[in-house]
Nanobody, 126 residues
Framework: LLVESGGGLVQAGGSLRLSCTTS????????VAWFRQAPGKEREFVAG????????TYAESVKGRFTISRDNAKNTVYLQMNTLNPEDTAVYYC?????????????????????WGQGTQVTVSS
């Protein structure tokens, strides 16, 4: 259902923008979040956004550097990542909480999410 793109290799201090959209005509009118998983580590919450009003929430480790946004007309959620450092290296996943509905607030618990993308690799070199 969800397809991520935009990952790649970047030097420390650089930027990348990830995109998450649907593979078909399904509308993402519920909370969407980005998670990431580094080798040997658990999957962690990065950022989330509500459908109505675009209310956002961030992990402390990315606050001020990453920005999540959505273009409802394009059915796409973005993650703008600035000032990247090697600790940001991970596979990044977008996830949708269909049960949350349009007014649902993005949950930081990955178990809440029904749909996941395949992931996109982000590698930050020092």
């Amino acid at each position: 259902l969800l397809v991520e793109s935009g990952g790649g290799l970047v030097q420390a201090g650089g930027s990348l923008r990830l995109s998450c959209t649907t593979s078909g005509r399904t509308s993402i009118n519920y909370p969407v979040a980005w998670f990431r998983q580094a080798p040997g580590k658990e999957r962690e919450f990065v950022a989330g956004i509500r459908w109505i009003g675009g209310i956002t929430t961030y992990a402390e480790s990315v606050k001020g550097r990453f920005t999540i946004s959505r273009d409802n007309a394009k059915n796409t959620v973005y993650l703008q990542m600035n000032t990247l450092n090697p600790e940001d290296t991970a596979v990044y996943y977008c996830a949708a909480d269909q049960k949350g509905g349009p007014f649902g607030y993005p949950d930081r618990n990955s178990a809440r999410y029904d749909y996941w993308g395949q992931g996109t690799q982000v590698t930050v070199s020092s």
